[in-house]
């Protein structure tokens, strides 16, 4: 069975630190786009992240950069989410597609070949 887990959510003060990560079952990392993306209460899905499998570019959304790092080794995908902030507060989610990168409407992947099921990250102020 094709899956993605995603694992290391949690409530965190605000300046803290958490690790998410994504494990894949049923296929590899090797020929997809990777990343993650997150939906706040109230708000769309954005992208956060990714890997592109074109060149191995590394996006992050502004909001994000040099905060947070994104890894992915033996086939499990990281997010490394440092110095934390309220507004990181959302479910997020790892995904494998075809492409990913920067369109007009912001950090997306295309073609999506599966979701993980999302992980619950909640910071305190």
């Known amino acids: 069975e094709v899956q993605l887990t995603e694992s290391g959510g949690g409530l965190v003060q605000a300046g803290g630190s958490l690790r998410l990560s994504c494990a894949a079952s049923?296929?590899?990392?090797?020929?997809?786009?990777i990343g993650w993306f997150r939906q706040a209460p109230g708000k769309e899905r954005e992208g956060v992240s990714c890997?592109?499998?074109?060149?191995?570019s590394i996006y992050y959304v502004d909001s994000v950069k040099g905060r947070f790092t994104i890894s992915n080794a033996k086939n499990t995908l990281y997010l490394q989410m440092n110095n934390l902030k309220p507004e990181d507060t959302a479910v997020y989610y790892c995904?494998?597609?075809?492409?990913?990168?920067?369109?007009?409407?912001?950090?997306?992947?295309?073609?999506?070949?599966?979701w993980g099921q999302g992980t619950h990250v909640t910071i305190s102020s």
């Open positions: 995904a494998a597609a075809q492409w990913c990168g920067w369109t007009p409407k912001g950090l997306l992947g295309k073609g999506v070949y599966v």
């Open positions: 049923g296929f590899t990392f090797d020929d997809y786009a």
């Open positions: 890997i592109s499998t074109s060149d191995g």
